[in-house]
């Protein structure tokens, strides 16, 4: 069973930054997908940034540029830095895992494990 557990989120002014980090509890197969979704109220849950455990990284269109997602050299913590923060990013942002390779679009599909969220508010 992997549990995840999300820090890092707050309110901030546009332009601002914040950094997420996710702690990955339990195991991990070596070949497996790693990512950042978010939920904004009504709306679906999107894929921001996701990993591979290639190392290869993709982004959604709207914060390429401005977010990175990382681990650490334990593959224990997730982080996604968000800089030149803008209001339309304001949402829930979840850490998910799935124990196989990313596939070619940020879906949520296939992703079993989730934490359980964390709140980010940028105000103009």
């Known amino acids: 069973q992997v549990q995840l557990v999300e820090s890092g989120g707050g309110s901030v002014q546009a332009g601002g930054s914040l950094r997420l980090s996710c702690q990955v509890f339990g195991y991990i197969p070596s070949s497996y997908c790693m990512g950042w979704f978010r939920q904004a109220p009504g709306a679906e849950r999107e894929g921001v940034a996701i990993i591979d455990s290639d190392g290869t990284t993709r982004y959604a269109e709207s914060v390429k540029g401005r977010f990175t997602i990382s681990q650490n050299n334990g593959k224990t913590t997730l982080y996604l830095q968000m800089n030149s923060l803008k209001p339309e990013d304001t949402a829930m942002y979840y850490c998910?895992?799935?124990?196989?390779?990313?596939?070619?679009?940020?879906?949520?599909?296939?992703?079993?494990?989730w934490g359980q969220g964390t709140q980010v508010t940028v105000s103009s």
């Open positions: 998910a895992a799935r124990p196989s390779r990313c596939g070619p679009t940020m879906t949520t599909l296939g992703f079993n494990y």
